[in-house]
């Protein structure tokens, strides 16, 4: 109330040489003053020669005590009294304009509203599935997993998505834990790993470690590029960075499975599946299904490099590649455009990397199902998914998008792309043209190697 202090003076007349203002700033001083309307209609007479009728009081619309709220409602109003009435058709025309404008403003509405509630529906709807599912999974199949797992009604609850709520327990259980690994032995070289990342801290420094031309090999091996390849673990969800709550965590996991398997070491695309598992179940148990994960033929080829045995991954993905997108096969081919372009990346992280998180785990949900055959699958889901769009492209474009492949991609559009996906070939599964290969590969050794001395 006292925001304002009272005049108690009478206000002054506006000096005539104070400046004017406009919304965007400060204008010169007006030199003369503002015309009556009355000096404006005459100089309009005088101009046109014609006389200017105002339009009778009951033309006009009345008791408007409001002031137009946009420039739409002013095409409503009556012109000044200084400005030449509007004529009969314009005024119709200007109803007319108005009307469809606010007819399509009110469809756009009813639009938008529809849509917010079809959006509301489907939200509900899958709440409401995740949460039956869940209780089958809890009440039924996991008291029962042996008996259950590979049944119709499992797979097919299964192919939908796994609830969050028991995600972890069954990627556990679907990966095994063949390497006999307990939280015991998890802990023993979970100590080795900090021991050495103390004598590597008292000895060296982390740019020391970039500056010092040691091989790639050696630098992947090491437990200091570790440090270096979290910050860069889904960097827009922050819980990896340091001081974050998972930051430790992630270190510890991957530290201590490259003192558990030297041979293999620490590879960049490990720690986002280590992310993965890690947001999904406890340490000790992320880091069993991490070793278990990796102990498997595919990983294992990727992780180690192995050559030889990711050209027969590339080969038998060729082969239902032509079987299902033969016009996006020839394309590529075309470009020579060869599969470990886009694959090697897709396949190093299981897709965490470079499709949304969310979509990432209901791909893992099945790849925990059906095996390395999902994720060459799916990988034929996104080309089948982009195959107009990748038609149209050179080979530098289609090497960039499916490197960072479009950020709106719903599990929805992508899994009725992968379902759509027939592996098979001549009556051929995929494990048995992988075999196949492998077996012409055998041959093509003996029939190359050298003859026995005698």
């Known amino acids: 109330r006292n925001f304002f202090t009272k005049r108690t003076k009478e206000l002054k007349p506006a000096v005539q040489s104070a400046p004017g203002w406009k919304l ?105 599935n995740i949460a039956s599912a869940m209780v089958i999974w809890v009440n039924e199949i996991l008291p029962n997993w042996e008996g259950m797992r590979a049944t119709r009604r499992v797979r097919e609850l299964w192919w939908q998505g796994l609830p969050p709520s028991v995600r972890g327990k069954v990627w556990s259980l679907a990966v095994g834990n063949e390497l006999n690994i307990t939280p015991e032995l998890y802990e023993i070289f979970l100590s080795r790993a900090k021991e050495r990342w103390k004598s590597f801290s008292e000895t060296s420094s982390e740019n020391d470690i970039e500056d010092a031309g040691a091989s790639v090999a050696d630098r992947e091996a090491s437990l200091e590029l570790i440090k270096l390849d979290i910050s860069r673990t889904f960097p827009s969800l ?121 979509l990432a785990c209901r791909v893992w949900d099945v790849f925990c199902r059906d095996g390395e055959e999902f994720l060459f699958r799916t990988g ?26 479009p950020e709106d991609i719903t599990s929805e559009k992508l899994f009725s792309c992968i379902a759509a996906i027939q592996m098979q070939n001549s009556n051929k599964k995929w494990a048995q043209v992988f075999a196949s290969l492998m077996k012409d590969n055998k041959e093509g050794d003996k029939n190359h190697s050298p003859a026995p001395k005698s």
């Open 380 to 405: 034929l889901g996104i080309l089948r998914l982009y195959e107009d769009i990748l038609l149209q492209m050179d080979f530098i474009h289609i090497a960039q998008f499916l490197t960072k492949l």
């Open 238 to 358: 922050y819980i990896f960075q340091k001081g974050g709550p998972y930051h430790d965590l992630l270190h510890s996991v991957l530290g201590a499975y490259t003192c558990y398997r030297p041979d293999v070491g620490y590879v960049q695309g490990m720690s986002f599946i280590a992310a993965v598992l890690i947001l999904n179940l406890e340490e000790a148990d992320a880091f069993i299904a991490f070793a278990n994960l990796l102990n498997k033929p595919c990983q294992l080829a990727f992780f180690r490099v192995d050559h030889s045995m990711m050209l027969k991954y590339f080969a038998a993905f060729e082969v239902f590649f032509e079987e299902n997108l033969p016009k996006l096969f020839l394309h590529f081919k075309s470009y020579s455009l060869t599969p470990d372009i886009y694959l090697i990346d897709w396949i190093f992280t299981l897709y965490s990397k470079s499709l949304p998180l969310d």
């Open 24 to 128: 965007f700033g400060k204008v010169p001083p007006r030199e003369n003053l503002p015309k009556d309307s009355k000096i404006i209609q005459q100089e309009y007479e005088a101009r046109t020669g014609r006389m200017y009728k105002p339009p009778l009081p009951s033309a006009r619309r009345k008791n408007i005590e409001f002031e137009p709220l946009s420039t739409t409602a002013l095409i409503l109003e009556d012109r000044p009294a200084n400005l030449p009435a509007k004529s009969v058709e314009e005024a119709l025309r200007h109803r007319q304009e108005y009307d469809e404008m606010v007819a399509e403003a009110k469809k756009r509405e009813i639009k938008e509203a529809h849509k917010r509630k079809k959006i509301m529906r489907e939200r509900f709807k899958q709440e409401e």
